[in-house]
């Protein structure tokens, strides 16, 4: 039972962030954004479908993220997000957030950290 | 593959958000499902497996809910959307706590059933239409300037004027006359049955635009003298006395022994006489009125005897003022021409609704509007203690309320939840409350004397009562619940969330309600005490009145001789049988006749003063005329105050006397002796000489105001309806069987079935203010039940949000009496409050009703003290259990259990 506690700290915490991180440089539909928190956390982190989407709609109705139908030829259409310029600029702010923090975790248990 | 959308949109739309984005988002989760559906295909999950993973990352559903009600704007809901969600909610929320439900409906189920009763009877005898065509036409006639013994202008009017009337008005489409009803023998197998009549002009049932059920009505011809009677029954008669017999019509009935009429019809289903509260069995012709009464000799020719009513249909355009003067016109036209009529008295039309409540009109209203008062306070009590029910549960809800504040549902949104469940609450102890109301009324309507059951108005509970049951539950909805729902559903999400359980409803504002609800309780308890103790000693007072007769060892026999066609020889040889004989039966001292029922609208006749025909004029109030026989002042008991009572000497060919009362000497002869004076009634020549007065009695009503009165021997006056007065050695009641069958001895056809002692006299004349006691009893104890359960709910939840405070006090050396000190004090400071309203609520009451009281000051200190020191009583006790608890907390549990 340790596993999903922890991960469901982590998602409380730094889901928003997450997200935003992903649709920076490139807008994502909602399954590219699951698979990407996955894969890059090498599994420790898992966004499911009733956590992730409800978190994309709060970004959206917040202006941070824009969501827009995208139909390719030959496949269903998909719903992608991109980063809205209040979005980076939150985004930068909880960067700066959590660097400081984790600078803060550092000195005060004596870890090294990047 | 499966069919993910489905399954997908089966969550989706329990967050109730807007159609076109709901399928925006079913569509997008429904790809994503279908994603990760293939991903874990290609990986090598098997089918069954990948399904139930994908499935499982689906299922917390309940907070995806949650989560998109508060991002998406939730469904612009046509009326009635989500209701039934609301219903199903409230449903599930009191499946949980069938106890809190189970006390809220009783609760509210007493109160709307004391109001919804109280409606029926309100209903019934005020609110009740005629069951006539176009009732809204109907007109009465009354007379003013002569005001009737009820303080009201007196509604009959000769026969022969309501005849002249009829022919010479142009406002009218018809007019019709009704008489009092009259008490009726009937032959059936096997002895006899008293039934009532009342005669009608031919025209009555037209006048009324009535259809007869069965047969027909009256035609021109029944309505002559010496026509044969014919009847037609009230749809009741004929069902509950004659049993719906089809073969009715053309059936002949023996009338007291002598008579025989015909059943011509029978009237429709709900018609019962156009006076409201006492219905008769049976109409029959104008012409039959002497023959049932035989007191009433020439009523259809005597214009100084008025014994009609007069219903009249106003022609379509006219209006009542235009009809008035029309009728005032002929009216003031008949009284230049007949001078028996009085002078100064003219006519004045009134609506018949008005008319049909009779004499009872003023008390009628008087005492339902008291009755809905109380009863409406019982109502705010149930309310109160209802709603601080719903507050101490809203506190424990705090935290669901908070979340679902948190997660955006709107504070509207909360508070049509809250009420929803306030109105299901409220329907359901309407439902009961008429159930509740419908057997008090049977109840109460059984209380009515047998001998007139069948023709007492029934309880009516139409349409009407049912809409009233259910706008009294709405309004109780939002009366106990509004209040509650507004503090529960305020968006302090933050505290609430934070708080833990031990401050929840300790909120200042919170408090400050429940002790308002605490005052309030106390206030209205209180008010409905105090009327009720204020009417039992006006009944108390009513029945230490003295009527002017010593009711104790006095009884009162109908022998109806006159109705068993005695004529007035034999009538006379009966009536000295009658005294020689029961002068034998042990217990009984004295024996008398007369033409008057003590506590009873009788019969009252004008009078002229000899030599004062100019003041006869002027004067017109009625004075009661009494026929009696010797010993009547004896067996009464009414004294006489000087000169001397009739003897056996005063004979038909003796010189005419009367006695008067005190009152109509004190009228007449202002400081002077009345003795020697002479007087004759109207139409009479007569003259009569005053030879004695007598102390001044209540002739019709307890308490009444002093009404002249003039008595007449019977030998000077004979009449063949008299009543047998008998005055006992003992308790009445048990001499009256002897006396009863020593009247059966000396002719067994008679009906002397009606033999009514001097107590029962009493019980009779004060048995609407008997049950107006009754009534507001029972609503001033329900009330003080009601309040006393509220009052200890309030402290003793209290106590248990304070546990810890006091668990501190306790700790730091409190002593249980402090405790209980301290408790208490708090508790009946408030008390004190709601005793101070209730005393000024009870005064401005009290003032509108103290013409009901028989004499009692409305401040009667008597009536307040005793319902301040009860209810004190009980809320100190109220208060004192839960501060007794309180007192005993373990300082120890009560800090740890925090």
Redesign the interface.
């Known amino acids: 039972m340790e596993e999903p506690t922890q991960n469901a700290e982590w998602k409380k915490g730094s889901g928003e962030m997450l997200i935003l991180s992903l649709v920076e440089d490139q807008a994502r539909h909602g399954y590219d954004i699951c698979r990407l928190i996955e894969t890059r956390s090498g599994g420790s982190v898992k966004f499911h479908v009733t956590t992730l989407y409800p978190l994309l709609y709060r970004l959206e109705k917040n202006g941070w993220i824009q969501g827009k139908w995208v139909e390719a030829a030959g496949q269903r259409r998909r719903r992608y997000y991109r980063l809205t310029p209040a979005g980076q600029k939150v985004l930068d702010q909880q960067r700066a957030n959590w660097r400081e923090f984790v600078a803060a975790i550092g000195r005060i248990t004596g870890m090294e950290h990047v | 593959m499966s069919d993910w959308k489905a399954e997908v949109r089966k969550r989706v739309e329990r967050a109730e958000i807007r159609a076109e984005r709901e399928a925006?988002?079913v569509e997008?989760?429904t790809?994503?499902?279908d994603?990760?559906y293939r991903?874990l295909r290609a990986s090598g999950t098997d089918e069954g497996t990948a399904r139930a993973t994908t499935l499982h990352?689906?299922?917390?559903?309940d907070?995806?809910t949650l989560?998109?009600r508060?991002?998406?704007p939730a469904a612009r809901p046509a009326i009635g959307f989500g209701l039934r969600g609301d219903v199903r909610y409230a449903l599930r929320a009191f499946r949980r706590s069938p106890g809190f439900a189970a006390f809220v409906i009783l609760t509210l189920a007493l109160g709307i059933g004391a109001n919804t009763a109280v409606f029926t009877i309100v209903n019934t005898l005020l609110l009740n239409p005629l069951p006539v065509r176009e009732p809204s036409r109907l007109v009465a006639i009354e007379t003013t300037g002569t005001i009737g013994r009820s303080g009201r202008p007196v509604q009959v009017i000769p026969y022969s004027n309501l005849q002249d009337i009829a022919g010479r008005n142009q406002v009218f489409d018809g007019m019709a006359g009704y008489s009092n009803v009259n008490a009726v023998r009937i032959a059936r197998e096997g002895g006899t049955e008293r039934v009532f009549a009342e005669c009608v002009t031919s025209q009555f049932f037209e006048v009324l635009g009535l259809r007869p059920w069965r047969g027909r009505f009256f035609q021109p011809e029944e309505d002559r003298p010496g026509s044969r009677p014919a009847i037609v029954l009230s749809y009741k008669a004929w069902q509950q006395r004659f049993g719906g017999d089809p073969d009715i019509i053309g059936r002949t009935l023996r009338l007291n022994g002598t008579e025989e009429a015909t059943v011509v019809g029978v009237a429709p289903e709900g018609f019962r006489g156009i006076t409201v509260v006492f219905g008769p069995d049976m109409w029959m012709p104008a012409s039959s009125l002497e023959r049932l009464a035989p007191q009433q000799r020439g009523v259809l020719s005597d214009r100084t005897q008025s014994m009609f009513r007069v219903a009249a249909r106003l022609k379509t355009g006219i209006t009542m003022q235009q009809a008035e003067a029309n009728v005032r016109v002929i009216d003031s036209a008949l009284r230049r021409q007949y001078r028996e009529l009085t002078q100064n008295a003219r006519v004045s039309l009134l609506p018949i609704t008005i008319a049909a409540q009779g004499d009872f009109a003023q008390p009628l209203v008087q005492g339902s509007l008291l009755l809905l008062i109380v009863v409406g306070l019982v109502l705010l009590i149930c309310c109160s203690n209802a709603a601080s029910l719903f507050l101490a549960r809203a506190s424990g809800r705090r935290q669901e309320i908070a979340v679902r504040l948190a997660l955006g549902a709107t504070r509207w949104r909360l508070i049509r939840q809250l009420l929803t469940e306030c109105t299901l609450l409220a329907l359901a102890a309407g439902a009961l409350g008429l159930s509740i109301a419908w057997q008090g009324c049977n109840l109460l309507w059984s209380l009515r004397p047998p001998e007139v059951a069948l023709n007492f108005v029934d309880p009516k509970l139409d349409g009407l009562v049912v809409l009233f049951a259910l706008g009294a539950s709405l309004v109780t909805a939002v009366v106990f619940g509004l209040a509650p729902a507004l503090q529960a559903s305020q968006p302090q999400v933050i505290d609430a969330i934070k708080e833990e359980a031990r401050s929840a409803g300790r909120t200042r504002s919170r408090v400050a309600f429940r002790n308002l609800l605490l005052v309030g309780q106390v206030a209205f308890s209180l008010v409905a005490l105090i009327t009720a103790a204020l009417f039992l000693r006006g009944v108390g007072r009513a029945y230490g009145i003295d009527p002017g007769y010593q009711t104790a060892h006095l009884g009162i026999v109908m022998a109806n001789q006159g109705q068993a066609g005695y004529d007035a020889i034999r009538a006379d040889t009966f009536y000295k049988d009658v005294k020689r004989r029961l002068a034998a039966v042990p217990g009984v001292t004295v024996v008398t006749w007369a033409s008057i029922m003590p506590l009873w609208n009788n019969p009252s006749r004008p009078i002229v003063i000899a030599g004062d025909e100019e003041r006869r004029r002027q004067d017109t109030a009625p004075m009661v005329a009494a026929t009696i026989d010797t010993g009547y002042f004896a067996t009464t008991g009414i004294p006489l105050t000087a000169g001397r009572d009739f003897t056996d000497f005063d004979t038909s060919t003796s010189p005419a006397v009367a006695i008067v009362n005190q009152a109509m000497a004190d009228r007449m002869w202002p400081g002077q002796n009345p003795i020697g004076r002479r007087f004759h009634f109207y139409g009479e020549p007569q003259l009569r000489e005053i030879v004695g007065v007598a102390r001044t009695a209540n002739y019709s009503r307890l308490g009444e105001a002093p009404q002249p009165c003039v008595y007449v021997p019977l030998a000077q006056n004979f009449s063949t309806g008299m009543l047998l007065y008998v005055r006992t050695q003992r308790d009445a009641a048990s001499v009256m069987a002897e006396v009863q069958r020593t009247l059966l001895n000396i002719d067994p056809k008679l009906d002397v079935s009606d033999a009514r002692t001097g107590s029962k006299v009493l019980d009779q004349a004060l048995f609407a203010p008997r049950i107006i006691v009754g009534l507001l009893g029972v609503f001033g104890l329900l009330g003080l039940a009601l309040a006393s359960i509220g009052l200890y709910g309030i402290v003793a939840y209290s106590m248990g949000q304070r546990r810890r405070e006091i668990g501190v006090r306790v700790a730091l050396g409190a002593s249980e009496s402090a405790v209980r000190r301290l408790v208490v004090g708090q508790g009946m400071r408030l008390v004190g409050l709601g005793l101070g309203l209730g005393c000024g609520i009870a005064f401005l009451i009290g003032r509108g009703i103290s013409g009901m009281l028989y004499g009692v000051n409305a401040a009667d200190p008597v009536s307040y003290l005793a319902a301040l020191a009860v209810l004190a009583g009980v809320a100190f006790v109220a208060c004192y259990l839960p501060a007794r608890r309180a007192s005993r907390t373990d300082p120890i549990a009560a800090l740890r259990d925090e």
């Open positions: 925006e988002i997008e989760l790809q994503h499902l994603d990760r991903q990352e689906l299922d917390q559903s907070w995806m989560q998109l508060s991002t998406e």
